[in-house]
């Protein structure tokens, strides 16, 4: 049976078109990582109902669900660097206009819902074209290492400055945040728009091939994959987990561990630091373990992070905590986009990417919801308990995807190093 070969993996070339993807995704994961980190913030001193405030979670998951597939499929039909930096335009625009309504004082938790929505809707198209760009600009071999450092560096950027940032930017003004990540995404758009590489040329469709078609067409190629497959359905019981958990973590902090805004920036510097360490063990990592079996580690590692986030009630433990949950977090992130990146067609990659993208966040509304509610009945520690049990979940579902020697799904293209094993 045919099964992808690591061994050759390499590293991505930094100059020409990585390099400068690179730096359009470190400058908008900063901005992005000030505005995740603001809006709750903001929210709670627009209301103190973790349910409210778990809704504009909700609201930025949304999307996945009602334009994640086909956004998708238009990856796979237009000039995906073009559709990027257009994207990231529109987005910048949208930001700057939302900073200019919270420094009026006209935010409201309706307004903050709305803009999370239309950000993500935006993203369906943006993440697809990214992930469906990226072959051709490092080459098959060279994905696991770019991947990484892709996710390392938007880490860096979103983390450790924005992390300790935001409390800062907030004292000088509550639009701050958000001005700055306008700005960030527009030259994150300039970036990508001058970008020389070409996607690759794709085959003329079917005559009588329809959006609806082809989006069908990822479906049965994720589905016929058991690897694929199994990803798949272990990251969309992770996601109802972490939508309850990064709901209401803000909650949390600032109540049941009486820690403020600077207890919530010190645990989400935590997460960066781990991120980091993860992206840069990655490679090591997946090596000694294979890939499929590092993120089954990564899983069962992160539960017992959760269940101490959930029970010791001290800061140090919270911390400690988000460090490996950060850590395995991105072990988990990396190996997964590389097995659908190295496992999938080249002219179906937005297709397949969409497809898992849409069904492993479709829980993550419900999960920010079903935090709220938790929290709201419980208190505010159970929202990462009952994270725990979904990520159990998770797990026990990804283990018949290990079994040796399963079927790839062979790239129409010839692009794969494969070999056979008899």
Known sequence: ??????????????????????????????????????????????????????????CGHLPWLVFGLLGGALADRVDQRRAMWIVDTVRGLLVAGFAVAVALG?????LLAVLAFTLTTLQTLFDNASTALLPALVGRAALGSANARLMTGRRIAGGLPAGALVP???????????????????????????LRTRAPGRKPGPAGSTLRREIAEGLRTL???RVLRGLCAA??????????LVATLVVLVTDWLD????????????YTVGGLAGGAANRRFAARLGQLRAVLVAGVVQVAALVVTGSVRTLGA????????????????????TLMQQRSPAAMLGRVASAHRTLSVAGAPAGALLGGAAATAWGANTPALLAAAFFVLSVAVLIPAGRPDVPVVVPDDGATTAHVHR
Do not use: K
């Open 259 to 270: 820690a403020g805004n600077a207890g919530y920036a010190a645990a989400m510097t935590a």
């Open 168 to 194: 800062l930017l907030l004292a000088a003004g509550a639009a701050l945040p958000f001005a700055v990540d306008a700005v960030t995404f527009l030259l994150a758009a300039a970036l990508v728009a001058s």
């Open 318 to 337: 919270l911390v400690a905590a988000m460090a490996v949950f950060g850590f395995m977090g991105m072990v988990w992130n990396v190996n997964t986009t």
């Open 223 to 225: 589905a016929r994959d």
């Open 1 to 58: 049976m045919a099964t992808v070969d690591t061994a050759a993996a390499a590293a991505p070339a930094w100059r020409g078109g990585f390099g400068r993807l690179w730096s359009a995704d470190v400058l908008s994961g900063f901005g992005d990582a000030l505005r995740t980190a603001a809006l709750p913030l903001l929210a709670v001193t627009l209301t103190d109902e973790p349910l409210l405030v778990a809704s504009v979670t909700a």
């Open 106 to 110: 006209q935010a409201s938790i309706a």
């Open 235 to 244: 990251t969309a019981l992770c996601n109802i987990g972490m939508g309850a």
